[in-house]
C-alpha cells in the first residue's frame, strides 16, 4: 500500500495546501503565511472546501460566520457546499445595521471590534466560526464573544492553520469558551516553503510593506 493511500482524505489535503502556502516576513513578523498559493490552485482550494463541507454537513449548522479578512474568502464556498448561510463578521464600520462587540488586541499590533449583521442569526442559532489562521486567539475570542452576546451557540472555530505556540486555545479557555472545539487541518511544522528563498515564486523587489 502506497504512502498516499495510507494517509486520510485530511492528511493528504492538508499536505497539498501546505505545499504551496508559503512564509514572508510581514507585519513585522517572521513567517506570515500566505494563502494566494492554494487560492491560485482551484484544484487544491477545491479540496480544502470539500474537506471542510464533510465535516459540517452533519453537525446540524445553521450557518457559516466568517472572519475578517480571509474568513470572508474561504467561507463562502463552504457555506454553499453545506448548504447553509454564510454571515459576515466583519471589523467596525464595515457594515450597515450591524452589531459591534467589544474591543480586542489584533493578532499583530493595535486594538479593533467586531461586527456583524443585525438579525441575520436568531438566538440559538448553531453556527461554525471560520477563519484562515488562529495566533494569539485575540481575533477569534472577540468573534465568540460578539456572537454570544446575541444568543448565537458557536459549535467550533474552524481554520487552515493554528500557530499552536501563541496559545490561541488558551486564549479561548480563559474567555470562557472551553466548549468550543478549535480545528486546523494544517499542522505548523508541515508549512516549510520559505516564499523568498523558494525558485518558484517570484520576490524581485521584496520589502515588507503590510499595516497593521
Known amino acids: 500500500m502506497s504512502e498516499r493511500a495510507k494517509m486520510s482524505e485530511e492528511e493528504v489535503v492538508a499536505k497539498e495546501v501546505a505545499a504551496c502556502t508559503p512564509f514572508f516576513p510581514f507585519k513585522g513578523i517572521d513567517r506570515f503565511y500566505d494563502i494566494t ?51 459576515m463578521i466583519r ?38 466560526v471560520m477563519d484562515d489562521l488562529v495566533a494569539t486567539g485575540g481575533t477569534l475570542v472577540a468573534a465568540l464573544m460578539l456572537l454570544s452576546s446575541v444568543g448565537v451557540e458557536v459549535l467550533e472555530a474552524s481554520c487552515c492553520f493554528e500557530i ?12 470562557g469558551f472551553e466548549s468550543v472545539s478549535l480545528y486546523s487541518l494544517v499542522e505548523e511544522s508541515m508549512l516549510t516553503i520559505d516564499g523568498l528563498k523558494s525558485p518558484d515564486i517570484d520576490t524581485s523587489g521584496y520589502v515588507d510593506d503590510g499595516l497593521p
Open 164 to 175: 499552536k505556540h501563541l496559545n490561541g486555545r488558551a486564549s479561548m479557555d480563559a474567555a
Open 37 to 87: 498559493g492554494f487560492l491560485a490552485r482551484p484544484a487544491t482550494f477545491q479540496k480544502l472546501v470539500d474537506v471542510l463541507a464533510k465535516r459540517y454537513k452533519n453537525m446540524k449548522v445553521d450557518a457559516i460566520c466568517g472572519v475578517e479578512a480571509r474568513g470572508l474568502v474561504i467561507g463562502p464556498p463552504v457555506a454553499l457546499a453545506v448548504g447553509v448561510p454564510f454571515v
Open 91 to 128: 471589523k467596525k464600520g464595515k457594515l450597515p445595521n450591524s452589531i459591534s462587540g467589544g474591543s480586542y488586541t489584533k493578532e499583530y499590533a493595535g486594538s479593533d471590534s467586531l461586527c456583524l449583521p443585525r438579525g441575520v442569526l436568531g438566538k440559538g442559532a448553531r453556527v461554525i
